[in-house]
């Protein structure tokens, strides 16, 4: 059978981490972040699914070879998380494995479904790497802010909701950022158009999220803020963490660009909860 362990349970699946995998998976495991870990046993779990809170992201944890395992989870997706994705607006299940040695497993486990691959790309970057040279200049029409508690309590920004929205998807609560992470916004007129902040934090490492807004793209404003947040992060004895899709040309070489390093590889299997 596979069952849901309580928060304070999490610490049971430290040793199926993978200790140089995925920022997500340390992050929810250790509480930093918020997330809902299924597991094969709940005194003594030996395999897990770990589901990223409110995102779409579901990754795979522990033996890749454990039946017990095996047997049930297609069932628990259709049947425990396809409805409560559904209640938060989700509609895919995006999966991949904390280590490589999962991709064969989820294909097998997934053969029945029509499901999609996709590559994504992990960086890291070292102080000593980072290349303050090609930060770009930006409009003095924009003004870059820190994000603090009085930032987000402000009623002269007109879409707070915009950060809001953000926060909440990878934070139980505006305190819980407050207390591990840190981020920036780029404000335009009273608008926030561009962010940049910690999504998932675990130990040193700090995880970036960050987007402009449509209209206001093609000003090299993600990349400003970037590197205020590399800044930061160095400032701090941090260590920023960048994933992109492989496919996404200008991420890779932004994060080239401002010195980040290739630290591993890994897919992504996707498909429609029914």
């Known amino acids: 059978m596979i069952c849901e362990l309580r928060k304070n349970e999490f610490c049971k699946c430290k040793p199926l981490v993978n200790e140089y995998g995925h920022l997500e998976v340390k992050a929810i495991v250790e509480g930093n972040n918020p997330g809902r870990i299924f597991v094969d046993n709940e005194a003594a779990p030996k395999t897990g699914l770990i589901w990223f809170g409110n995102l779409d992201g579901f990754v795979f944890i522990g033996d890749p070879n454990n039946e017990s395992f095996h047997q049930y989870i297609n069932r628990y997706i259709d049947d425990v ?13 995006e999966g991949f494995g904390n280590d490589q040695s999962w991709n064969k497993t989820i294909e097998k486990l997934f053969k029945h479904r029509q499901f999609d691959v996709s590559n994504q790309n992990v960086y890291t970057l070292q102080k000593e790497k980072y290349r303050f040279e090609n930060e770009p200049f930006i409009s003095d029409k924009y003004e870059i802010k820190k994000i603090t508690k009085e930032m987000i309590a402000s009623p002269y920004i007109h879409n707070l909701d915009f950060l809001d929205r ?29 962010s940049c902040f910690s999504g998932f934090t675990a130990d040193n490492v700090h995880g970036i999220d960050i987007e402009t807004v449509k209209e206001h793209r093609g000003k090299k404003l993600a990349q400003k803020l970037a590197h205020v947040f590399v800044k930061d992060c160095i400032q701090h004895s941090f260590v920023p963490y960048w994933d992109c899709m492989e496919v996404n040309i200008p991420s890779n070489t932004v994060a080239e660009k401002i010195g980040f390093s290739n630290l591993f590889h890994y897919k992504v299997y996707e498909f429609p909860f029914k």
């Open 166 to 194: 953000k926060l909440v998807a990878f934070w139980a609560s505006p305190q819980a950022f407050f207390e591990k992470g840190i981020g920036y916004c780029i404000m335009y007129q009273n608008e926030i158009v561009s």
């Open 81 to 93: 998380i396809a409805p409560d994705a559904k209640k938060l607006g989700l509609e895919w299940f």
